[in-house]
């Protein structure tokens, strides 16, 4: 070192600190993208959780009026009925259109599956309604339908908490799917 100038020591002595502080603020950037990441990936998968229980708030209603108007032999809550069929079908078209642009690289094969599943069940709505309004379906096949699909609805709400890593928000997320 006694041979180095006063300029190139000061250089020296400046390049370790410089180099510490580079080091630190490139993780620290790192880490903040990391979470910014996850950050964006639980609240696409809460927003998927949300259209998905708004579908099966209106789905349990209409299970509900069905099976009302199945005893009845068509007799009560057709209007009822009708009106819960369009407020389903709106709350069905957005969750599938949210589906359709819902990035799912990053997920379980089991959400894979449940999401198969639940795009399956929704396309036979349609004949299970054409049957309750010919009064040619059974109340047990009618609730066999309308609890797979709640399950596989429900695996949405339950599942969220697997794609959270913030501990205030995981409370709250697991007291909102116990409900």
Request: avoid cysteine; charged fraction near 30%; charge should be positive.
């Amino acid at each position: 070192m006694e041979n180095f100038s006063l300029r190139n020591k000061i250089i020296i002595m400046l390049i370790l600190p410089i180099l510490v502080i580079l080091l630190m603020s490139g993780e620290t950037l790192y880490l903040k993208v990391k979470e910014t990441k996850s950050i964006k990936k639980t609240s696409s998968y809460v927003d998927l959780s949300l259209k998905s229980t708004k579908l099966l708030n209106t789905l349990q209603q209409e299970k509900e009026y069905s099976l009302i108007f199945l005893k009845s032999y068509g007799k009560k809550y057709n209007k009822e009925l009708s009106s819960l069929r369009e407020e389903a079908n709106n709350h069905k078209n957005e969750l599938l259109s949210y589906l359709d642009n819902f990035d799912t690289k990053s997920y379980s094969q089991e959400f894979l599956s449940s999401t198969k599943k639940v795009v399956e069940d929704l396309k036979k709505i349609d004949e299970i309604r054409k049957k309750v309004d010919s009064i040619a379906i059974s109340d047990d096949e009618l609730l066999n339908y309308y609890q797979g699909l709640n399950s596989h609805l429900l695996f949405y709400i339950n599942d969220v908490l697997v794609y959270n890593n913030d501990g205030k928000l995981s409370k709250k997320l697991q007291a909102y799917s116990s409900l």
